[in-house]
C-alpha cells in the first residue's frame, strides 16, 4: 500500500500486517457540501483487525498539535462463516482530554457494527455521524484492497477555525502498556526512514515533536533526493506542512493535497516531485475508477 510505495519500509509495523496504517483522506462530501469525510485504511490483505487494538483519526482544532477529537475504533476476535470473515467493531467519540489518552475513551457512538468483507457494505447512521468499517478497493492502488474505516460527519463540529490538523495512529496493549504501533498523516512518510530503529521511533512518536525530532533529517534527505540547498528544503516542508505529519485541512478551500486529501489526488506524483525537487514525476498509477458517489465513496474489494 502507499506505506510501502518508496520500497523502503520492510514489513510491517511489529510484524503484523494488521497495524499497517495505509492511507488517510480527509475531504467534503460529494453528496453535502456541508459535511466532511474522514477515511482511515489499514490492513494492506483486507483481512480482519487487530482486535483490542484502538485504531484512531484524531483532530486537532486549535493549533497547539494535540487531540481534541478522536473517533476510535475496537474491533472483535474474528471468526469465520460459510461466507467468510466476521467481525464486528466499536466506535468511541472522544473530546478534549479524553482524546488525548491511549484507550478507547469517550461515548460509544457505534455499537456491535457488522465488518463488511463483500457485497454491498454496511452503512450505519447515528444522530449526524455515518460510519463504514470493512474491505475496500484501495483508492491510491488500482487493483489492491484495504481495510477502511470512515466517518462523515457535518463540517461544522470540527471546529475549524480556519483549519484542522487530522492524523491516524494505531496502538495496542502489550503486558499492561500500551505500544504505539504506526501513524500515519501526510502520504509516504514512512518510506522517508531508511533505518528500523528510526522508523520505529517516528511512528510511536507524537506529532508535536515532529519538528524538534525529525527536521533535520528531512532536510538531510531532501538534499540527497532532489539536491535541495538547506533554505529550499525548509521551504518545499513549510509549504507542505510535511512537519509535524498531520494533514492540515481548511474546509473553506478546495480539498485537494495538501489541503486535506480526497480519493482522486495524485500523491504519488506529487511525492516524486516533492522529492526530487520538481526533477521527476511519477504518472503509471493512474486514477482509481471504481469509487462510489456516496459513503463510503471507496470502491468494492476486488
Known sequence: MSTD?????????????????????????????????????????????????????????????????????????PSSGPDGHRQKVDVYLALQSEARVDAAAGSRIFGDMDVSFAGAPHV??????????GARSDASFPNSNAMAMAVE???????????VRVWGRVSMLRDGTWVHADRVGHPWISGFFTSDDDLAEFSAGEPNRDR?????????LLADTGGYTREEAITAIVTEGTLPDMLTYDPAKPATYPNGRTLTDDVADYRSRFLTNGHRTLTELGAPTDLLPEFPYLGAPH
Open 5 to 77: 510505495f518508496t520500497g523502503l519500509r520492510r514489513g510491517a509495523p511489529l510484524g503484523d500486517p494488521r497495524l499497517d496504517l495505509c492511507d488517510l483522506y480527509v475531504f467534503r462530501s460529494p453528496k453535502d457540501p456541508a459535511r466532511t469525510a474522514l477515511i482511515l485504511t489499514a490492513n494492506p490483505h483486507a483481512e480482519p483487525l487487530y482486535p483490542g487494538a484502538v485504531y484512531r483519526i484524531a483532530i486537532d482544532n486549535d493549533g497547539d498539535l494535540r487531540n481534541d477529537i478522536a473517533f476510535n475504533f475496537v474491533f472483535t476476535e
Open 212 to 220: 524538534e525530532r525529525w527536521m533535520g533529517h528531512l532536510i538531510e
Open 124 to 133: 450505519w447512521q447515528s444522530g449526524s455521524f455515518t460510519f463504514f468499517a
Open 153 to 163: 460527519l457535518p463540517t461544522s463540529y470540527l471546529g475549524a477555525a480556519p483549519d
